[in-house]
């Protein structure tokens, strides 16, 4: 049995079929969006609340970045499995949102350990660091310059390489923020740069996320219409 020749409509109906099915992927649902800005908006308001109110919740809040590694690869090989078309431009923001989630690992490690490090290198030497509080001089900790500044320099490269690529002007929009306040951070001390972290969070990610769910939940509903 020959098969029949599609016709325009016809073509152009399978093409919006598969551009519909290809558009499913976890940069577009705006779930990993959501889960990075809910995250980082907690961890960095959080933290601001402490330093700021003096008080302590029994653990390092930003840990809390490290458990969202599961859920982001959880997300990741599940709507792997869903979808039918892949291109070359998921491909790329795979592996962008990959490498982000192992470099904010590395640099949350960075700051949890180099201080530590570098104290029992000083204390070998019969070397301490000290700082006058009040008239008198304390021990002290060696701390890591503008941690904070990092981390928000860090959460603007898979954001806006996500607007880019897939034309989103609120992640475009989220990424200018996310680089502004990384500027701001620069002339601000620890404290306010957590501050600056979870607003990041919100304006970067959590946002733009929330506007790509709602997109997507709309595609879906006339998909099956």
Same mark, same amino acid.
């Given at each position: 049995?020959?098969e029949?020749?599609?016709?325009?409509q016809?073509?152009?109906?399978l093409?919006?079929?598969?551009?519909?099915?290809?558009?499913?992927?976890?940069?577009?649902?705006?779930? %990993?969006?959501?889960l990075?800005?809910?995250?980082?908006?907690?961890?960095?308001?959080? %933290?601001?609340?402490?330093?700021r109110?003096?008080?302590?919740?029994?653990?390092?809040?930003?840990?809390?970045?490290?458990a969202?590694?599961?859920p982001?690869?959880?997300i990741?090989v599940?709507?792997?499995?869903q979808?039918?078309?892949?291109?070359h431009?998921?491909?790329?923001l795979?592996?962008?949102?990959?490498?982000?989630?192992?470099?904010?690992?590395?640099?949350?490690?960075?700051c949890?350990?180099v201080?530590?490090?570098e104290a029992a290198?000083?204390?070998?030497?019969g070397?301490?660091?000290?700082q006058?509080?009040?008239g008198?001089l304390?021990?002290?900790?060696?701390?890591?310059?503008?941690?904070?500044?990092?981390?928000?320099?860090?959460?603007?490269?898979p954001?806006?390489?996500?607007?880019i690529?897939?034309?989103f002007r609120?992640?475009?929009?989220g990424?200018?923020?996310?680089?502004?306040?990384?500027?701001?951070?620069?002339?601000?001390?620890?404290?306010?740069?957590?501050?600056?972290?979870g607003?990041?969070?919100?304006?970067?990610?959590?946002?733009p996320?929330?506007?790509?769910r709602?997109?997507y939940?709309n595609?879906?509903?006339?998909?099956?219409?």
């Open positions: 049995m020959n029949q020749p599609m016709n325009e016809e073509s152009l109906k093409i919006t079929d598969m551009i519909g099915k290809a558009r499913r992927n976890f940069h577009e649902t705006g779930t %990993s969006a959501i990075w800005g809910s995250v980082i908006a907690f961890c960095g308001l959080m %933290s601001f609340a402490q330093q109110a003096h008080f302590y919740i029994g653990f390092d809040v930003w840990l809390l970045t490290l969202a590694l599961l982001q690869v959880i990741s599940r709507e792997a499995r979808r039918r078309v892949r291109t431009t998921q491909e790329a795979n592996a962008v949102w990959q490498v982000y989630g192992l470099s904010l690992f590395a640099l949350v490690f960075y949890n350990t201080g530590a490090v290198r000083l204390s070998a030497e070397a301490e660091l000290y006058k509080v009040n008198e304390r021990v002290v900790q060696p701390r890591i310059p503008s941690y904070g500044s990092l981390l928000i320099l860090l959460y603007g490269i954001t806006l390489a996500t607007g690529a897939q034309r609120p992640m475009l929009v990424a200018i923020f996310c680089y502004t306040f990384f500027i701001i951070s620069c002339y601000t001390d620890n404290t306010w740069d957590l501050l600056l972290n607003l990041a969070g919100i304006a970067n990610w959590l946002v996320g929330l506007i790509l709602a997109r939940r595609e879906n509903r006339t998909l099956h219409v």
